[in-house]
């Protein structure tokens, strides 16, 4: 089963407000990605955890903050959002974050909406 | 400079014709992990074929295959007899075997496929 789920799968919300954004595997997968999706745009990187610790942080904004309960849940909290963060936002996880074999599996993505 | 270049950024196909998507990549890594994804207008990336540096022979799946030109830095995504069902963003994805580091991966800029009945 190559399944990672995301929910929830459309979100709106207001420059003040404060929301999260889930990502599940059941793959025993222990390296976790987050990507930002603007239309028509390759996925960028934002955030790669391995073995449930941070493991690279490409430079996003602090109103971004990753955390990683356990092994199979990730979650990205979203405060203080700019219209500019609108885009789908995309899980991924991988056998493992090193190995040039590593395939990434994807979930559904996550259309944020700020207004 | 672009590490993955995808020059075609939309491609037009008849049902049930064959169509080839262009890939190139810039490393100096010998060894290497090319990719390519599919993205249909729902907005999963779903993994299509890999292929890797030092296979020696090229990947298939169904009715994907991979052109790797290794010489050119080539890796081409062949899809053959296309169905309606193809129409998506294409992209191709490369990782690095950079030692001491994590091995992120780089996208291309995507192409857009779209198949006529």
């Known amino acids: 089963d190559t399944e990672v789920t995301q929910t929830p799968k459309h979100l709106v919300m207001g420059m003040t407000n404060k929301k999260s954004l889930k990502c599940e595997q059941h793959?025993?997968?222990?390296?976790m990605y987050w990507y930002k999706q603007k239309a028509k745009k390759p996925p960028e990187l934002m955030f790669v955890?391995?073995?449930?610790?941070?493991?690279i942080n490409e430079s996003v904004p602090s109103r971004f903050s990753p955390e990683c309960p356990n092994s199979s849940l990730l979650n990205l909290h979203l405060h203080a959002l700019q219209p500019e963060d609108s885009a789908l936002y995309l899980c991924?996880?991988?056998?493992?974050?090193?190995?040039?074999?590593?395939?990434?599996?994807f979930g559904p993505g996550t259309r944020l909406l700020v207004l | 400079a672009q590490k993955i270049t995808q020059t075609q950024p939309g491609m037009f196909v008849q049902e049930k014709e064959a169509v080839t998507l262009d890939c190139t990549y810039d490393?100096?890594?010998?060894?290497?992990?090319l990719f390519w994804y599919k993205q249909p207008s729902s907005g999963e990336m779903i993994f299509l074929i890999y292929?890797?540096?030092?296979?020696?022979q090229n990947a298939t799946e169904g009715r994907y295959s991979l052109n790797f030109q290794k010489a050119r830095k080539s890796a081409n995504l062949v899809i053959s007899a296309s169905q309606l069902g193809d129409s998506a963003m294409y992209f191709c994805?490369?990782?690095?075997?950079?030692?001491?580091?994590?091995?992120?991966?780089?996208f291309g800029r995507g192409t857009s496929l779209i198949v006529h009945p």
């Open positions: 991924a996880s991988s056998q493992e974050d090193s190995g040039i074999k590593e395939t990434q599996y």
């Open positions: 793959m025993g997968h222990r390296a």
């Open positions: 955890y391995s073995y449930e610790k941070l493991s």
């Open positions: 490393t100096s890594d010998p060894s290497y992990g």
């Open positions: 292929q890797g540096s030092y296979d020696q």
């Open positions: 994805a490369m990782r690095e075997g950079i030692s001491g580091g994590s091995y992120i991966p780089t």
